[in-house]
């Protein structure tokens, strides 16, 4: 159900907002815990001062699930409504979503969205029913920033804590401060003063791909390398997977015994070396003992550039949705360095 708010404004001022659930929408439940409960309709109608801007906010409710799970053909499902609000005039799009995915989420719509409409993901780290609750001061500088023309054409955004973060390098960085979303090593685009966007900068590096279905079909691992690590995960992982994202230690490491299985992998499918460091780039030309960075790569490993675990396999599995081979991949992964 879409519900429109402040009706009666001109549609260039639209700004559609889609709830996926979430805490944002969240509320205690009988049997203990909270739980997705509220649509986008209440989300929208629980916060101050947006009825008194100059924008009418329309509310759908497209999903009410925690953002773990969430799949693939959810995203192909958000990422058509949102160029479809476009399509329809909306002139900035704004996602409700759980936060422990949102980084996720916002990466794959930057990379299947390609309008210049702002498309801006937010979320809460405290329920509507706690004391302190985030969610509403989230979704009013959400809309600030979807409806602002500083905000066209960067990709897309997430803000929270009235701080907007490109959707390639923002991540969560804390299970439960109100502070959670940090861009390591390079910050936030901007930030939302007295509810106004200032934006300083841009994220997105302007690869666009096919929101294709087949993108739930393709199974991309992702496995973390650690001290001591055996490769028995690896070595499980037979043939099961499409695609791997190595997340390796330090600027791109794995143990030495471990070079054959992944040089393995390797040679059968594309194989993605990113860092479980948490910022900085994967290293090319540093370290030449067997295991490192220049080792891997030698032996076809896909370099991640600046993209973490999780992007590197959200963009992984885009490529390989549409069919794309190892080499276009490796071109595609280039493009993040
Ligand atoms: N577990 C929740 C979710 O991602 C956390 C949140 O929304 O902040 O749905």
Redesign the pocket.
Known sequence: MTTSFNSGEADTRRVAVIGM????AMAPSASGGIVPSLGAGDLVASVPGLADLDVTVTATTLRSL???SLGFADLVALSDRVRAEIAAGAAGVVITH????IEETAFFLDLTVPEAAPVVVT???RHPEAAGADGPANLYAAVRVASSPAARGLGCLVVMSDEVHGARFVRKSHTSSTGAFVSPGFGPLGLVVEGDPRIRGAARVGLTLPADPRVSERRVGMVTMALGDDGTLLRLAGDAFDGLVIAGLGAGHVPADLVPLVAEHAARVPVVLSTRTGAGSVLRQTYGYPGSERDLLERGLIHSGFLDPAKARILLQLLLATGESTAGIAAAFERFR
């Open positions: 659930g979430g805490t944002i925690p953002s773990p759980g936060t422990d995915t979320g809460a780290m």
